[in-house]
């Protein structure tokens, strides 16, 4: 037991909370009756305040390990504190890759769940809960084994409650069966928002996987010009060797935390001329490896130093098909404000889950990584809420570190929903993070 100040990965808002480290579900009950006010936190890469507790006990989840043999319909059961990087390193030789995973590998399945986080699949497969067939929960009124057909409220209030009914333990899923450890990719760039839309919009039901970067620094008819990447898993005849080797460790590290305003609209304007330069105009069937495509950020261990000690706030939110116009309108609003941002990644959504909670719904999703220091960044942001909200949309709670509690019930209409399930299961509500704190996410 430690104190210790935590923050998101964007490192914004850091508090102090006592750390704990439990060993099994025995620790996890006897902490949770024992403290007023707790959140479980994994590698701490929710980009907020959502794995954090000022003043309260923060359970750290990393020693809730262990992964089961994977059977032959590809179930495994998995200890909350596991990382997808961990569970791959298990799973690809075998033949198996995780059914979702986010744009790092360094999540821990617990969280993975607790955001149900989404990836470049979605449109084909859903998020990461739609997957999961069993868990096991420890609430504050005891534990629980739940899945779809297993006190089902309870379940889906879990998937995407970021954290806010109960700590994990376990939790069962079904992989998907690979043949190599590479994918095959098509690459195509546009020279405009409207041009990569269209071909996203038209074009992604033929693969699994898709994903754009867009360019919010350009402005007139280059407005948005991007990279669109999409591709499928690679089988033993599509590469001339096929191998199934693990994840690559980071083979680069920032040591420290780079100067202030060195991603700067100057510095960020100048990369992502040389990104979209070095990119191919249309190339079709190259083979990459599973850490190229889907890690990109993971060869780089602490690459978030390099926002310096202010930090950076992603904001992602999405909206529905029909509303596509909404991300033309931020993308226009960012490029008009000059408001850098140094990474904008857009996808499509298919259908999402039952949770209350959880984050995707069918359409168009976009991601922004924004320097703290900008005077406007405040303003461009309150105004992008606006344009989500008039547009039916929501703000991703996993990335999420402002925005404000007044918006939430119009992004979540289904909240009362999730505080139900929350308060059979924690009468006193002591689930609580900074994040279900500023947003009002406890039950009164």
Sequence with gaps: MERAALSGWGRTSPSVATLVTPLNEADVANELASSPAVIARGLGRSYG????????????????GGISPIDDGGVVTVGAGVSVDELLTFAIPQGWFVPVTPGTRQVTIGGAVAADVHGKNHHVDGSFGAHVTEMRLVTPSGPFTISPTQDADLFWATVGGM????VLTTVTL??????????LVDTERFADLDGVMSAMASGDEAYRYSVAWVDCMTRGKRMGRSILTRGDHATKG???????KGPRPP??????????????????????????????????GEAQSLSTFFHPLDGVRDWNRLYGRRGFVQYQFCVPGSAGETVVDAITRLSSSRVPSFLAVLKRFGAGTPGPLSFPMPGWTLALDLPVGPAKLPGVLDDLDEMVLSAGGRIYFAKDARLSPQKVRAMYPRLDEFLEAKNRVDPEHKMVSDLARRLHLVGE
Excluded: Y
């Design 49 to 64: 305040d959502a794995a954090q507790l000022g003043g309260g006990l923060v359970i750290d989840n990393r020693d809730l």
């Design 163 to 166: 954290g806010l009914t109960g």
């Design 174 to 183: 079904k992989m998907l069966r690979i043949e190599t450890d590479q994918v």
């Design 238 to 244: 599509d590469v001339e060797t096929p191998t199934l």
């Design 251 to 284: 083979r680069l590290s920032v040591p420290f935390d780079a100067p202030s305003g060195l991603l700067n609209p100057l510095s960020i304007k100048v990369f992502n001329e040389l990104w979209f330069r070095s990119a191919p105009r249309h190339q079709l």
